[in-house]
């Protein structure tokens, strides 16, 4: 039973570049949500996808976009990247209809030069 | 306002020795659910133990057990006989009824002494 993967693992971009970071979700899960981990601190949510719809934002500017696909999985693309971008990206997800815990992709590590 | 505290940036522990570390939580909403995560050099968030708010017993999973204090909210995890393998952060989180996402604590760093 796959869990939730993510790609790429790594990714180096510059500053004014446009990235996008991949995840498929656990099997069975139709809810993928993204975080912003930087160094030393805790996860910051970004956004929550369901239903192809962007369900709840946390405190990120409009550079910060998402997408759900049919098949549950989702992208996160970010525009005119700043330095402050590097962070480690975590995708989960879980079932929308329960209030079971949700279960973490390994994360995009993306560094900005 | 800081939804979830811990305010214990690093811990040290003795293998084999039990550990507690703390979490508080702040919220308006009767139905809520409680977590930790664990989160080791590598990267990945492993999910550790789950609490509702509603739950009358603590939860256990193996050597982790969560003291849940409604009243007082907290939720502190308890790591028993702890394992050099358990040297990781630990990250507290909170999902609220009508909140379908995370917050998240700023972590405590655990190290595990031989």
């Known amino acids: 039973d796959a869990g939730v993967t993510q790609s790429p693992t790594h990714l180096i971009k510059t500053r004014g570049q446009q990235v996008t970071l991949r995840c498929s979700p656990k099997s069975g899960h139709d809810t993928v949500s993204w975080y912003q981990q930087a160094l030393g601190q805790g996860p910051q949510f970004i956004f929550q996808?369901?239903?192809?719809?962007?369900?709840q934002r946390g405190n990120f500017p409009d550079r910060f976009s998402g997408h759900q696909f049919p098949n549950y999985s989702s992208e996160l693309n970010v525009n005119a990247l700043l330095l402050g971008d590097s962070a480690l990206y975590l995708c989960?997800?879980?079932?929308?209809?329960?209030?079971?815990?949700?279960?973490f992709g390994d994360g995009t590590r993306l560094s900005i030069l | 306002a800081q939804k979830i505290t811990q305010t214990q940036p690093g811990m040290f522990v003795q293998e084999k020795e039990a550990v507690t570390l703390d979490c508080t939580y702040d919220t308006s909403d009767p139905s809520y659910g409680l977590f930790w995560y664990k989160q080791p050099s590598s990267g990945e968030m492993i999910f550790l133990i789950y609490?509702?708010?509603?739950?009358?017993q603590n939860a256990t999973e193996g050597r982790y057990s969560l003291n849940f204090q409604k009243a007082r909210k907290s939720a502190n995890l308890v790591i028993s006989a702890s394992q050099l393998g358990d040297s990781a952060m630990y990250f507290c989180?909170?999902?609220?009824?009508?909140?379908?996402?995370?917050?998240f604590g700023p972590g405590t760093r655990l190290s595990v002494l031989p």
């Open positions: 989180a909170m999902r609220e009824m009508y909140g379908q996402n995370f917050v």
């Open positions: 989960a997800s879980r079932s929308w209809q329960t209030n079971q815990p949700q279960h």
């Open positions: 996808y369901y239903e192809e719809e962007e369900r």
């Open positions: 609490q509702g708010s509603y739950d009358q």
